[in-house]
């Protein structure tokens, strides 16, 4: 079974503030998806990344694929309490069974 | 477009009793997914289906079962209840391959006692 870990578990921080959370497996990525997902909600996707080195923007959000496409980070500038929510990445290992990362709760202070 | 439906949106349900959750998505899409998720927790896939007729096993299959008729439903069921199966249930769609945006359903929140 092929992991995602994603790190830290818990963030919160003050408005303003920039942050940077990480999806990491031992296992190369075929394609990885960042979603966000908000209490009471399903997921929804942020960006899809494919190609090792590729960096994407997203307003205020810099997702980054690793040259060996086996991490990911996601960069939030100036957080806003509107980042709040659960980050997940998900990938899949080249078939067709998705994995979910363990996820990152943000919390941003108003 | 509705998107992807769930029913029910809450359930308590009995240890040993049996229930189905529904699933429908009116995009036409080929892949659709179920997936468990526990209290501040990731999603765990349990089944999923590349199209009508074909369903495979995820990571935590055990104790339900799935079918897929038509592209439109995906319905979950859960034969024999535990309270392991306590959690919020996410059922979600694709179109084309698996890296493909999913949409995800409101989810169905089901509690065993």
């Known amino acids: 079974t092929q992991l995602l870990e994603q790190s830290p578990q818990f963030l919160s921080i003050q408005e303003g503030e920039n942050l940077t959370v990480y999806c990491n497996s031992s296992?190369?990525?075929?394609?990885l998806q960042w979603y966000r997902q908000e209490p009471g909600e399903g997921p929804v996707l942020l960006v899809t990344v494919v190609t090792g080195g590729e960096v994407k923007k997203l307003k205020r959000l810099t997702f980054q694929f690793g040259d060996a496409r086996k991490d990911s980070s996601l960069h939030i500038t100036a957080a806003q309490p509107g980042d709040t929510g659960l980050y997940l990445c998900l990938s899949n290992f080249g078939n067709e069974k998705l994995t979910f990362g363990t996820g990152t709760r943000l919390t941003i202070i108003p | 477009n509705a998107g992807v439906t769930q029913t029910p949106k809450f359930r308590i349900l009995k240890i040993g009793q049996s229930m189905t959750l529904q699933c429908t998505q009116d995009?036409?899409?080929?892949?659709m997914y179920w997936y468990r998720q526990d209290p501040g927790m990731g999603l765990k896939l349990i089944y999923y289906s590349v199209g009508a007729g074909i369903t495979d096993k995820g990571e935590v299959p055990n104790g339900y079962n799935v079918s897929r008729s038509t592209t439109e439903d995906f319905p979950l069921r859960l034969e024999l209840a535990a309270p392991s199966q306590t959690s919020v249930y996410f059922c979600?769609?694709?179109?084309?391959?698996?890296?493909?945006?999913?949409?995800f359903g409101p989810g169905t929140r089901l509690t065993v006692l």
């Open positions: 995009m036409n899409h080929n892949y």
């Open positions: 979600a769609s694709s179109y084309g391959s698996p890296v493909g945006e999913q949409f």
């Open positions: 296992s190369v990525f075929s394609s």
